[in-house]
């Protein structure tokens, strides 16, 4: 009985990832670029050529794009390392929500190269990227003010020098001079 649930199992998560394919409107093609896989794999996993993908990488990417929890594939395995919860990323989700725009959408936005990376910070892998012109581009996107882009840049800023050994609180003399100069940098170049 078991073997023969298996290959329904394998049916329902393939069935979901071609449904949804057709329903998004999405290209095999971008979606392989999206999760981090070839054309051919992608075309596997729908036609059940190969079984369903059983790595939780790929099954969390999978996921994410089609805005679905891993759990609701059969084949994901709770990973045992914790994930990270970034505030930013949180803001990230929520002004996905408010602005009504998909994942697909959202990531279609972006260059090709750079769509996979940001399934990987949606999904909790990688963090907000530190690069104030990249979030300048998330910001773009999702039509956040200069403001709301500093706040999130000036914050993963601390972050980093905090993970790297740095109290920012006995040095906050330091640290908000820094950050002075780097909104005045930002408002010049506005006004540029």
Not at 73 to 86: A, S
């Amino acid at each position: 009985m078991k073997s023969e649930n298996k290959p329904i199992i394998k049916e329902k998560s393939s069935k979901m990832v071609s449904d949804f394919l057709e329903k998004a409107n999405l290209h095999k093609k971008d979606f392989a670029e999206m999760i981090g896989v070839t054309l051919s794999y992608v075309y596997n996993l729908i036609d059940n050529t190969i079984p369903f993908s059983t790595r939780g990488t790929t099954l969390e990417r999978i996921a994410t794009v089609m805005e679905i929890e891993p759990e609701m594939f059969d084949e994901y395995k709770i990973p045992q390392e914790p994930i990270m919860l970034d505030e930013a990323v949180e803001v990230l989700k929520d002004n996905l929500r408010k602005k009504q725009l998909s994942v697909v959408n959202f990531l279609k936005a972006f260059p090709r190269k750079k769509r996979l990376d940001m399934v990987d910070v949606l999904r909790g892998a990688m963090p907000i990227p530190l690069d104030f012109k990249e979030l300048s581009m998330i910001g773009q996107v999702l039509d956040l003010s200069t403001e709301e882009i500093y706040t999130i840049w000036e914050n993963r800023v601390k972050q980093v020098l905090e993970s790297s050994g740095m109290n920012i609180y006995s040095n906050a003399a330091l640290v908000n001079s820094m950050f002075d100069c780097a909104k005045k940098y930002i408002d010049l170049k506005e006004n540029n």
